[in-house]
């Protein structure tokens, strides 16, 4: 509902008063909804009247497709008051594992922050801070080849899916595709996941595993070789859904 976008109205009062963080991410991971800047402008007024700082998890940010730019929130005026925003270089460069990203935005709480980090580890190898310097130096030159991937991949899993009865968009954004389970299993996306891999040895992430709202959906992630995901398809091409 809503197109996966936080109905900060629908946010009780009493949840409001309590409420510390909001936490947010969009481009959306499991589900590739994106936000529009007027969104992160009613998110920034929202935390302004609530006391409430956002943290926003920015991580697909550059991995758009069809011209589309995902904003910042950091954009909105006067967001560094009330959020942070994490970035990760896991996904837009490739770099998963390495475990280099970086975050902005109030001031306060990047420094609280630092002084956590600070008693829990001492920093990432500096090769690897090299190597992620360079890959940001360079990431005008690097994302269009790398999201170049990821799109003709989308393509493969939509076109496919919807030639196999899927009701699903093309996203604009993240490295997953968020679908529909058929109707025959009834919202079951337990049901569906489990059916596919015992008949087809198709492993899937069933959307109940992302909490209650998730519950009717499955996710496949663009992030295997373009001959792993067509064998998938093939073989879920084979199966009676």
């Known amino acids: 509902a809503n197109d996966y976008l936080v109905d900060f109205d629908a946010i009780p009062a009493d949840v409001r008063r309590k409420a510390k963080i909001l936490w947010l991410n969009y481009p959306n991971n499991p589900t590739a909804a994106t936000a529009d800047?007027?969104?992160?402008?009613?998110?920034?007024?929202f935390a302004r009247q609530n006391d409430i700082l956002i943290a926003h998890d920015a991580a697909y940010t550059l991995n758009t497709f069809d011209g589309y730019e995902a904003p910042s929130i950091l954009q909105v005026d006067g967001a560094a008051e009330v959020a942070v925003e994490f970035f990760s270089l896991s996904k837009a460069f490739n770099m998963t594992g390495w475990r280099m990203g970086f975050v902005a935005g109030?001031?306060?709480?990047?420094?609280?922050?630092?002084?956590?980090?600070?008693?829990i580890d001492n920093g990432?190898?500096?090769?690897?801070?090299?190597?992620a310097t360079?890959?940001?130096?360079?990431?005008?030159?690097l994302l269009p080849a790398i999201n170049?991937?990821?799109?003709?991949?989308?393509d493969l899993v939509v076109d496919a899916l919807r030639a196999n009865g899927f009701e699903i968009d093309k996203p604009k954004a993240t490295?997953?595709?968020?679908?529909?389970?058929?109707?025959?299993?009834?919202?079951?996306?337990?049901?569906?996941?489990?059916?596919?891999?015992?008949?087809?040895?198709?492993?899937?992430?069933?959307?109940?595993?992302?909490?209650?709202?998730?519950?009717?959906?499955?996710?496949?992630?663009?992030?295997?070789?373009d001959d792993v995901l067509t064998d998938a398809l093939d073989r879920i091409a084979?199966?009676?859904?």
Not at 106 to 119: C, I, M, P, Q
Not at 238 to 241: A, D, I, N, T
């Open 134 to 141: 360079a890959a940001l130096n360079q990431a005008e030159e």
């Open 238 to 241: 084979g199966l009676s859904l």
């Open 37 to 45: 800047l007027s969104f992160f402008e009613r998110a920034v007024e």
């Open 175 to 225: 490295i997953y595709i968020w679908a529909p389970v058929p109707p025959r299993f009834d919202g079951d996306s337990g049901a569906f996941a489990t059916e596919l891999l015992d008949k087809t040895g198709v492993m899937v992430t069933p959307g109940r595993g992302y909490g209650q709202w998730g519950e009717g959906y499955f996710r496949i992630s663009l992030s295997y070789p």
């Open 106 to 119: 109030n001031a306060s709480a990047v420094a609280a922050l630092n002084t956590v980090k600070e008693n």
């Open 124 to 131: 990432s190898l500096r090769a690897i801070q090299f190597a």
């Open 148 to 154: 170049a991937v990821y799109q003709r991949r989308r």
